[in-house]
């Protein structure tokens, strides 16, 4: 979490490029040794250090891939340095409706998910279930609907909502998005 490489390898060329028309700035980190950071709050302290270091402007996201990360630290380090967390539905995380419920406030300003992997496959299994894509083979209604419930949420309170969706979610992305669309329709 090197503030000053980020903010010149990163940010300034996301906002030179984009300007206006950036959206939010998404700093994933992939599963990580507990104890190589220093353990849940050390990590915490150093995230809020990095994001606050960064200059104002970007929405900045994180995306955790540790569950352990995943505290009332890591959430307070987002709020503090006016950042948002990047729900996402991965195998190595909470569910989303429990990371939502924890970390709502943590989205205030903008709702960003990332729905990346069926519950029961690695990246690498449903790569190879899934290919070529083309047709949804594990429908995954549970985190459609809470994916939904997430959206209408933002939708009542005005703020703007970002939805990822990986191929390796359900089997195609496009059809997971046309299915979520129908979804949120049928909810309203």
């Known amino acids: 979490m090197d ?3 980020a903010t010149d390898h990163v940010v300034s060329p996301f906002i030179e490029g984009l300007q206006d028309k950036a959206g939010p700035l998404l700093f994933q980190f992939p ?19 990095f994001l606050d270091a960064l200059p104002r402007g970007p929405l900045y996201a994180v995306e955790l891939r540790n569950q352990e990360l995943f505290t009332s630290f890591y959430i307070d380090a987002l709020i503090a340095a006016d950042a948002v967390h990047c729900f996402n539905v991965h195998p190595a995380m909470p569910p989303i409706d429990e990371q939502f419920d924890a970390a709502k406030t943590a989205a205030a300003k903008a709702l960003i998910v990332r729905w ?8 690498e ?7 070529p894509f083309d047709r949804l083979i594990d429908e995954d209604p549970e985190n459609r609907q809470a994916i939904a419930r997430m959206c209408l949420d933002a939708a009542v309170s005005e703020r703007p909502a970002v939805i990822i969706v990986n191929n390796k979610a359900e089997g195609s992305s496009p059809l997971t998005i046309q299915k ?9």
């Open 3 to 5: 503030a000053g490489y």
């Open 31 to 49: 599963p990580l040794s507990v104890d190589a950071v220093g353990g849940p709050q050390r990590f915490a302290e150093r995230l809020y250090a």
């Open 116 to 123: 990346m992997l069926h519950p029961s496959h690695r990246y």
């Open 125 to 131: 299994a449903a790569r190879q279930r899934y290919e």
């Open 180 to 188: 979520l669309t129908e979804t949120l329709v049928h909810m309203q």
